[in-house]
């Protein structure tokens, strides 16, 4: 009898322990919100998330990446837009110069002008991103990667974008075409000056459709960046969607069931209580 009652004792603690475990495994789910807090728990899905995770920490790094050359193709966009409004400029500043009612005081005046434009070119051309580096770099531009075997450049290089064009004046770069319209309204033989500034305005014309046309080059970069941006953004919500779908707790139904262990295991507390009552102590010496 008493070794019956021993067993089902046991048998009974045995149960209300495991109760307890249950109920504390099901608190844990719920505070971190998953379902698999060891391999054991669920091998396959183990698996599968440790490697989103490791796809998901990729995504990151080429996440990270893209963000950064989209801020420097930004900056790159600001100054090539300053590059081309100085050009405008330029351009306007020539036509006034070229006007017979313009004076000898009024083109040294647009002279000055221009030569201040150079100045702006030539900062434009040396100008670096938050991090030091140069916006246009003298070599090939850097090629960040984006993505598994994707890699995109930020910008051109300085060359292809400030160096020498072919000109009525001869290969000029951008900044000695400012400085060679410049020069050609300082010239004090009238028939020398009208043909030296009629060669610097058709270079400022040339450069004004270069510089357009490195700006359509650069938008298509800038245009690509964001693309990849958003697959990559695209991607990760994917990643994750499906990792929550493996290891997120589905908090109604845990605590549904933690509180249904609670019930049992304090109807089974009660109960052993009362019936053990006068005997528990009995048995167990």
Same mark, same amino acid.
């Given at each position: 009898?008493i $070794?019956g009652?021993r067993h089902r ?14 109920i504390?495994?099901?608190q ?5 919100g !998953?379902?698999?807090l ?7 899905? /183990?698996?599968? $998330?440790a490697a ?6 990729d995504? !990151? ?10 801020a ?6 600001? +100054? ?13 500043l020539?036509?006034?110069a ?17 030569? #201040? ?14 991090r #030091? ?7 090939d531009?850097l ?27 001869g290969?000029l770069?951008l900044?000695?075409i400012?400085? +060679?319209a410049a ?20 270079a ?10 490195v ?14 941006r ?15 779908g493996?290891? /997120?707790?589905?908090i ?8 249904? !262990?609670?019930l ?10 009362? $019936?053990?009552k ?8």
């Amino acid at each position: 009898m008493i $070794i019956g009652n021993r067993h089902r004792l046991s048998a009974e603690i045995a149960r209300q322990a495991q109760l307890s475990a249950d109920i504390a495994r099901g608190q844990m789910e719920v505070s971190t919100g !998953k379902r698999i807090l060891a391999p054991s728990d669920d091998a396959p899905a /183990a698996a599968r $998330i440790a490697a989103i995770a490791a796809t998901q920490a990729d995504q !990151k790094a080429w996440a990270a990446n893209a963000e950064s050359a989209a801020a420097q193709a930004a900056q790159i966009d600001t +100054a090539l837009a300053g590059v081309a409004t100085a050009f405008d400029r330029a351009s306007e500043l020539m036509v006034a110069a070229r006007s017979a009612t313009t004076n000898a005081e009024g083109r040294r005046a647009i002279a000055m002008e221009l030569r #201040g434009l150079v100045t702006d070119i030539q900062t434009y051309r040396v100008e670096t991103d938050s991090r #030091g580096q140069p916006l246009f770099p003298d070599s090939d531009p850097l090629q960040i990667p984006v993505g598994p075997e994707v890699r995109i450049a930020a910008t051109a290089s300085r060359d292809e974008i400030f160096g020498t064009l072919a000109t009525p004046a001869g290969s000029l770069d951008l900044a000695g075409i400012l400085s +060679a319209a410049a020069d050609a309204l300082e010239l004090a033989d009238d028939a020398a000056r009208e043909t030296a500034s009629g060669q610097a305005l058709d270079a400022i014309g040339q450069a004004v459709s270069h510089v357009a046309a490195v700006r359509g080059e650069q938008g298509v970069r800038a245009a690509r960046i964001d693309l990849m941006r958003e697959r990559l953004e695209t991607a990760d919500l994917r990643l994750e969607d499906e990792r929550n779908g493996l290891e /997120a707790t589905d908090i109604p139904a845990t605590i549904a069931r933690i509180n249904a !262990k609670m019930l049992s295991l304090e109807a089974a507390q009660a109960s052993f209580a009362r $019936i053990n009552k006068s005997t528990l102590f009995d048995l167990l010496g």
